[in-house]
């Protein structure tokens, strides 16, 4: 590469963790096809893998919010 010339490297938490890019190495850690719900893609171009978590509406959620949040749960 000719000097003076700049590269545009991505921040590490933007590179899976455990790969190797210049002199850095990426600590993004995807979550599992169960913790994404079914038929969402995520991963390389939104496609790389699906998700497989139901949504049950008749099981309570508990919901945690900082202070300075409302939450309005109907």
Known sequence: MPLGIFVDLPVVADVRS???????????????????????????????????LLFNADIAVAI???DDIEVEVD
């Open 18 to 52: 455990g790969v190797k890019f210049d002199a850095f190495e990426g600590t993004l850690v995807l979550p599992t096809e169960a913790q994404v719900l079914r038929g969402v893609g995520f991963g390389a171009a939104a496609a790389e893998f699906e998700g497989t």
């Open 64 to 66: 945690v919010a900082p």
